[in-house]
């Protein structure tokens, strides 16, 4: 059973990895069940984020003004997590954005690791939620600051020995790591032709953006162009 791994979790603006971004990641590095180092870091999306996802982290947009692009936080997550397996609760949510974005960087991103969730869903049947906030307050688990990044990657890891030491013994292939599969696409940045005509639009409806136009993709700025023209019409000559 893997007791060697980085613990990770992320917090992003939506659901999805294709189209939302990543405004935090916090992990920590632990060999032989000890936690022997850490990283945490806010992250500047480009975008406004949503009162949903302020109301769910208690981050704010003042939070992650200033602070790096993702760009520059992802190579030094790689560097950090380095050849050690992965674990999550839903892993596979956090890897997907984490992939996604190296595809988009051209990064080699390749891993393996453990799922928590899997693992609780697998032993504790029982229960009313396997999620990671129900599970820390059932065996215990201090977790005071619930859906911030590292909080999350903290206590994860904590549940993780947990449930190996109570289910270890009778279920070890459950904690053996297990290879991620997550199939994305590279994302193209938006055109010098797309930038042109959002910004056009949008000086025309004088709309003020809430994003930063260099950083949208090919696919994002389409689908901003169709929503202005959808809701405010095209440029009348």
């Given at each position: ?8 979790d ?8 294709k189209?939302?971004?990543i405004?935090e990641?916090?992990?920590?590095k632990v060999?032989?069940?000890k ?11 480009g975008?406004?984020?949503?009162p949903?996802i302020?109301?769910l982290?208690g ?5 992650l003004?200033?602070?790096?692009a993702?760009?520059h936080?992802?190579p030094?997550?790689v560097?950090?997590?380095?050849d050690d397996?992965?674990?999550g609760h839903?892993?596979?949510f956090?890897y997907g954005?984490?992939k996604q974005n190296a595809?988009?960087m051209n990064?080699q ?7 928590t969730?899997?693992i609780a869903?697998?032993?504790l049947?029982?229960l009313?939620s396997?999620g990671?906030?129900?599970l ?7 977790d005071?600051n619930?859906h ?5 990657a903290a206590?994860?890891s904590?549940?993780y020995?947990?449930?190996m030491?109570?289910f270890g013994?009778?279920m070890?292939g459950l ?11 590279k994302?193209?940045?938006?055109t ?6 959002l ?5 025309y ?7 930063d136009?260099?950083?949208l993709?090919k ?6 162009i169709d929503?202005?023209l ?5 440029i009348?000559?």
């Amino acid at each position: 059973m893997v007791k060697d791994y980085v613990s990770v979790d992320i917090e992003t603006t939506g659901t999805c990895a294709k189209w939302d971004r990543i405004i935090e990641i916090g992990a920590l590095k632990v060999r032989g069940g000890k936690v022997v180092d850490t990283f945490s870091q806010l992250i500047n999306p480009g975008v406004n984020i949503s009162p949903f996802i302020t109301r769910l982290t208690g981050i704010t947009n003042d939070m992650l003004a200033g602070n790096p692009a993702i760009e520059h936080v992802l190579p030094e997550f790689v560097e950090f997590a380095g050849d050690d397996y992965l674990l999550g609760h839903n892993i596979m949510f956090d890897y997907g954005f984490l992939k996604q974005n190296a595809i988009n960087m051209n990064i080699q991103f390749e891993k393996s690791g453990m799922d928590t969730l899997k693992i609780a869903r697998k032993t504790l049947r029982g229960l009313e939620s396997r999620g990671l906030e129900y599970l820390c307050s059932y065996y215990g688990i201090q977790d005071d600051n619930h859906h911030r990044a590292f909080n999350d990657a903290a206590v994860t890891s904590k549940l993780y020995m947990i449930l190996m030491e109570q289910f270890g013994g009778e279920m070890p292939g459950l904690f053996e790591p297990f290879q991620f599969t997550y199939t994305v696409k590279k994302m193209q940045p938006i055109t010098l032709r797309q930038k042109k005509y959002l910004g056009d639009l949008m000086k025309y409806h004088n709309i003020v953006p809430d994003f930063d136009i260099n950083q949208l993709s090919k696919n994002e700025a389409s689908k901003k162009i169709d929503k202005i023209l959808s809701e405010n019409g095209r440029i009348f000559d």
